[in-house]
């Protein structure tokens, strides 16, 4: 999974969000930790580049049974 991060409020929200370390410690969020229903997953329905509430998901609204924190970071940007 790539996370893009724009500004940084989603960067602080990111960085804070790992720094739990899942809640428990494991290096996983899912549902035995108590973030899990904060993250949200956008599918840009309309394409209009904008989020409108119907296009915001919750984990488990699309399947998604974890997050693992590990993370590189880059510098690279896509072009």
Known sequence: MIIETHDMVRQAFW??????N????????????????????????????SSEDYELHSLPELGV???????????RADQ
């Not at 960085?15 to 739990?20: D, F, K, M, Y």
């Not at 049974?65 to 970071?73: G, V």
């Open 15 to 20: 960085r804070r969000l790992c720094s739990t």
């Open 22 to 49: 899942g809640g428990n410690q494991d290096g996983v969020i899912n549902s035995q930790d108590s973030v899990f229903a904060s993250p949200r997953l956008w599918q840009d329905v309309n394409h209009n580049g």
């Open 65 to 75: 049974e974890a997050l693992e924190l590990r993370y590189k970071e880059s510098r």
